[in-house]
């Protein structure tokens, strides 16, 4: 069974045929010869595939043209404008080099990181590189997409239905949700599902950072329809998690993240001097998403205790006693395998 391509890989494939074909492409043409238009199983699947894209196309700046047989007029097709597409030769001054060179390493997450240092490379390989220490000390963070993004991404082009876990952020509960999913936004330094909840028999949105495990899609493809238009902004600000400000107890000399955009709090560590809280600094921390500190504060194990919110607390106790679990179960493993061995070890008769 041929494996379904991606929208991403799709679209990239369009434009290459559309860029090199030397006249123009019709409709047939592009559904046979491109990448991934064979996955429509209908002809009205295939209109409605090739008129997101062209609007997405368009959307990304890409020149598409339309045209016309000069005879037979009822003859269309398309091509990209390669006068319009085409960027004039780049070139960086060292200092521009060494600008991107750290631009790229804000990404921590895996694919965004590989893909960064890749472009990185290739600059220097044709331009000035910068100076060898012209980063140091500088520790720049930025969060990638969750791992929800691509799958819930192919859900959304092949117009499946998907399950996944979520907490709630007005209640915390944690609940099994099953959406047909509209469409993928960026607010509040956070990326939303926004699709209608087939439970709840209502639209919904979802914050990507709450969905915990795998998102799974079900059913067959062309499942639904997605509305023209939504109330993204409500739906999203009904979802949006509620911020606030945290204490963290931190222990000296350790996470100068969270001090350099922290504030300290005047004599709280000379109040737990006496404490189990002893030779700490206490900052305050502003917070738009429980959730995402929690998973950072996680990182820096006993470096950081929260003092409150409460809830905070909780959800980096959550994540701690996750890794603690890995930890006893990679042990019994071990153990198992060493008892084993010495089994085997012991000489029979």
């Known amino acids: 069974m041929a494996q379904r391509v991606e929208a991403a890989e799709r679209l990239l494939d369009l434009v290459i045929a559309l860029t090199h074909t030397r006249r123009w492409m019709s409709k047939q043409e ?6 991934g238009y064979a996955d429509a199983a209908s002809d009205a699947a295939f209109e409605r595939m090739f008129e997101r894209d062209k609007d997405l196309l368009r959307e990304m700046g890409v020149p598409l043209v339309v045209e016309h047989d000069p005879v037979h007029e009822d003859d269309v097709g398309y091509r990209v404008d390669a006068a319009g597409y085409t960027l004039p030769e780049v070139s960086f001054t060292p200092a521009e ?3 991107l060179s750290l631009a790229a390493e804000l ?4 694919t965004l990181r590989s893909s960064a240092r890749r472009g990185v490379t290739k600059l220097r390989a044709v331009g000035p590189a910068p ?13 990638g997409p969750e791992a929800a993004f691509a799958p819930l991404l192919e859900a959304i082009d092949a117009r499946r239905v998907v399950t996944f876990t979520y907490r709630a952020a007005s209640t915390g509960q944690v609940a099994r949700r099953t959406v047909q999913p509209w469409r993928l936004l960026s607010r509040d330094r956070g990326w939303y599902l926004v699709g209608h909840d087939v439970d709840r028999d209502a639209p919904r949105a979802f914050r990507l950072s709450r969905i915990q495990g795998r998102v799974r899609a079900t059913g067959a493809p062309g499942a639904f329809e997605a509305p023209e238009s939504v109330d993204v902004s409500g739906l999203v600000s009904r979802a949006r998690p509620r911020a606030g400000t945290a204490r963290v107890a931190l222990l000296p000399g350790r996470a100068a993240a969270l001090r350099a955009r922290g504030r300290p709090v005047p004599g709280e560590d000379a109040a737990a001097s006496a404490g189990p ?10 917070y738009s998403d429980a959730e995402l500190l ?11 205790l929260v003092l409150e919110p409460q809830d905070l607390r909780e959800a980096v106790l959550r994540r701690l006693r996750a890794v603690a679990r890995l930890d006893a179960d990679h042990a019994d493993q071990v153990d198992h395998a060493d008892h084993a061995d010495h089994v085997q070890e012991v000489p029979r008769g």
């Open 277 to 286: 809280l002893a030779d700490r600094d206490v900052v305050e921390l502003p």
């Open 107 to 110: 990404w921590q997450d895996a």
């Open 97 to 99: 080099v060494g600008v």
């Open 30 to 35: 592009i559904r046979t010869r491109v990448n």
């Open 131 to 143: 100076e060898p220490d012209a980063h140091a000390g500088l520790a720049l963070r930025v969060r």
């Open 294 to 304: 929690a998973e950072e504060l996680a990182a820096y194990a006993e470096a950081a």
